[in-house]
């Protein structure tokens, strides 16, 4: 039989606390949007546009009205 170790246990602990955490949440959230942008923007150009493009796109066209919407919804 095999036991953690207590850092192992301790790891793993702060790793469900970091996903827990509302600021994880809104990255994953906003990664997802960054990267539907990416799918939608690469179908209109015929190609993949790349991570870094779409980000950066999304970032200057999008992001503070979707961060608005999200407070909103959260206050």
């Known amino acids: 039989?095999?036991?953690m170790s207590d850092e192992m246990k301790e790891?793993?602990?702060a790793n469900e606390l970091l996903k827990n955490s509302s600021l994880y949440r809104e990255f994953q959230a906003e990664r997802e949007?960054?990267?539907k942008?990416?799918?939608i923007e690469s179908?209109?150009?015929g190609r993949d546009i790349g991570f870094e493009r779409a980000l950066t796109d999304w970032i200057i066209k999008h992001?503070?009205?979707w961060r608005?919407?999200?407070?909103?919804l959260t206050h």
């Open 33 to 35: 949007e960054i990267l």
């Open 1 to 3: 039989m095999r036991f």
């Open 43 to 45: 179908e209109k150009a």
């Open 68 to 72: 608005k919407s999200r407070q909103t």
């Open 37 to 39: 942008h990416k799918w």
């Open 11 to 13: 790891t793993l602990s």
């Open 63 to 65: 992001r503070s009205k």
